[in-house]
């Protein structure tokens, strides 16, 4: 199985400022016949299901906002919240989907300082 | 709009088998890569997928649950049933149905529904 691990295991920002959360897999989530990272970031807010925020790494999904980006490649990744919001407290996941078993991040807690 | 509803018993007893059924509309279980998938969470933990079952009947198991689980489709209801065979406490979790897309190994989690907490205990 694919090993997903994120950190750190929560961060308090202040409103406005910058969250950045990593996430490293093992191995490697780069498929080099078409150069894509198989890997998703979810926002999960308290009672609620996941919501899936960026996948092929740094891909925005439809309706979120740009304030959320996604970077890395192969092994590290990156989910950063430039200007931090009350609505962004939760919990972020990562998850790989280059291959099944489908494995997931421990999860990195977000909240206002 | 994509939407997806699970339902099944919230309390079962250690040694039952859970049988969970999604009920999704939007899309179709016809449509070529599409899929629906099953991913649980215990209370205060991490995610974890269980299974998937793609348009094309293909699916796919968590190895280490693999014994346990059956996923199946009926694409005439628009429904997705997992079952679980031999509970024990340490199932006690949310369970989520979700929708899929993509093939193979490589399916993308896209929507997921909200969620039934199922609790096992004698």
């Known amino acids: 199985d694919i090993v997903m691990t994120q950190s750190p295991d929560s961060l308090a920002v202040s409103l406005g400022e910058r969250a950045t959360i990593n996430c490293k897999s093992s191995p490697s989530l780069l498929y080099s016949s078409n150069n894509k990272n198989y890997l998703a970031w979810y926002q999960q807010k308290a009672g609620q299901p996941p919501k899936l925020l960026i996948y092929?790494?740094?891909i925005r999904e439809s309706g979120v906002p740009d304030r959320f980006s996604g970077s890395g490649s192969g092994t590290d990744f990156t989910l950063t919240i430039s200007s931090l919001q009350a609505e962004d407290v939760a919990v972020y996941y990562c998850?790989?989907?280059?291959?099944?078993?489908?494995?997931f991040g421990g999860g990195t807690k977000v909240e206002i300082k | 709009q994509i939407t997806l509803k699970e339902s099944g018993p919230t309390l079962v007893k250690p040694t039952q088998t859970l049988t969970l059924t999604c009920t999704f509309s939007g899309f179709s279980l016809t449509t070529s890569a599409v899929g629906v998938g099953w991913i649980r969470q215990p209370p205060g933990k991490a995610l974890e997928w269980l299974a998937l079952?793609?348009?094309?009947?293909?699916?796919r198991y968590s190895p280490s649950l693999r014994n346990r689980l059956t996923i199946t489709k009926d694409t005439t209801k628009n429904q997705v049933v997992l079952t679980m065979t031999n509970m024990d406490p340490v199932d006690t979790a949310t369970y989520y149905c979700?929708?899929?897309?993509?093939?193979?190994?490589?399916?993308?989690?896209?929507?997921w529904g909200q969620g039934i907490l199922v609790t096992v205990s004698s």
């Open positions: 079952n793609y348009w094309s009947d293909e699916k």
């Open positions: 092929w790494a740094s």
């Open positions: 979700a929708h899929l897309r993509g093939t193979g190994n490589s399916p993308l989690v896209d929507f």
């Open positions: 998850q790989q989907y280059y291959n099944t078993p489908l494995t």
